[in-house]
């Protein structure tokens, strides 16, 4: 019997976590193998998938010593490989999970990895293969919120799309780079860089990692409102929990790229809301809202705002609300019917995503 390929099983464990990770010719691999030993290979795709797992589970499950799965799965999550988190059992008690290749492995190893040999390979990997088809046909991995829900027709806003809610419902945050600027590093995009907000297990998990600082929830809303007057979108992890809030800008977000190449037929789920006129009368057509939209939605004729009736491409973002000061714009939320409820948190949406995957392309 021939050697097992533990980076094989490694490639083939990532495209069984959320929106999959499909084999291009190797490419895939050469990336994993700057990252990942063959040992650490294995033990990734020894793990059970889609679950948080205590070192106890992991080493019931495959025959293994406890103590050794506990040293291993903490360094592997030390070196962002993996995600950690602590248990309600105490302080040094953690349980561990496969992540996928975004938002995972990507964002952790370009937070808190100095050594970039892997980009190349990983660059690669994602501009070839059918990677980026995954994300364009399933859940989208973000959707955006509105900044302010007076942004709103009649200030109707979800509560887990009202990013006050949101901010409110967790305790612990901080922030990191965001990884998308960081690696593009994109000569026109001047925003700043520092704008990737974590939060509660995951911010704990980014800050003892130093991937990310500790930061108040008042600092938090200061750089979303920033975000707001340097044109930027607010975009959260599409789970009600929302543990990661981005502050993106469509010159450098890889994920607001998606969103413009893939608008259907996910682009329903990118937003709850849609930019309206309100107010035709009060339309001036200085063109403002027309140059802040990344996506060419809207366009003045005839000395008025144009909102085409598809609204194709519309992510419900609010930037041409917020530089629109006549008020002839909002945002207005979406028929009932088209109302997107995401899942709860972050594990349940890889498992989301996991069954959409399955359901196209079969395994």
């Known amino acids: 019997m021939g050697k097992v390929n533990q980076y094989k099983r490694l490639a083939e464990a990532l495209d069984n976590v959320s929106t999959g990770f499909p084999s291009f010719f190797g490419i895939e691999r050469l990336g994993l193998k700057k990252l990942f030993s063959e040992e650490d290979a294995k033990t990734f795709a020894d793990m059970i998938p889609r679950e948080c797992q205590t070192p106890a589970q992991f080493a019931a499950k495959n025959g293994c010593d406890e103590k050794w799965a506990s040293e291993k799965l903490y360094d592997m999550s030390k070196r962002a490989l993996i995600y950690r988190r602590r248990t309600t059992e105490g302080e040094e008690c953690y349980e561990y999970c496969q992540f996928p290749f975004a ?192 996506f060419n939605v809207l366009s003045v004729e005839d000395g008025k705002v144009k909102v085409p009736e598809d609204l194709f491409g519309c992510m419900g973002c609010g930037r041409c609300v917020f530089e629109c000061k006549t008020g002839a714009l909002k945002l207005k939320q979406k028929p009932e019917e088209e109302l997107y409820e995401p899942p709860e948190d972050l594990i349940a949406a890889h498992n989301a995503w996991h069954e959409m995957k399955v359901e196209r392309v079969g395994k």
């Open 103 to 294: 938002f995972g492995l990507i964002e952790f190893q370009g937070a808190g990895n100095p050594d970039k040999s892997y980009l190349p390979f990983m660059g690669a990997y994602a501009g070839l293969s059918k990677y980026s088809d995954g994300l364009g046909a399933t859940m989208p991995m973000y959707r955006s919120v509105p900044f302010r829900k007076e942004m709103v027709v009649d200030n109707k806003v979800l509560p887990y799309d009202d990013i006050e809610e949101v901010l409110a419902r967790h305790d612990r945050f901080a922030v990191s780079v965001c990884v998308c600027r960081d690696m593009h590093d994109n000569k026109e995009c001047n925003h700043p860089k520092e704008t990737c907000i974590i939060t509660d297990d995951m911010a704990d998990f980014y800050v003892e990692n130093e991937m990310g600082r500790a930061i108040t929830r008042d600092e938090a809303r200061e750089i979303l409102v920033s975000g707001e007057e340097d044109g930027r979108v607010i975009q959260i992890t599409n789970s009600k929990n929302a543990e990661n809030i981005c502050s993106c800008c469509s010159c450098g977000c890889a994920m607001l790229k998606i969103a413009g190449r893939f608008s259907r037929p996910a682009g329903k789920q990118w937003g709850n809301y849609h930019v309206a006129c309100v107010d035709e009368e009060a339309c001036v057509g200085c063109g403002k809202c027309a140059g802040a939209c990344g």
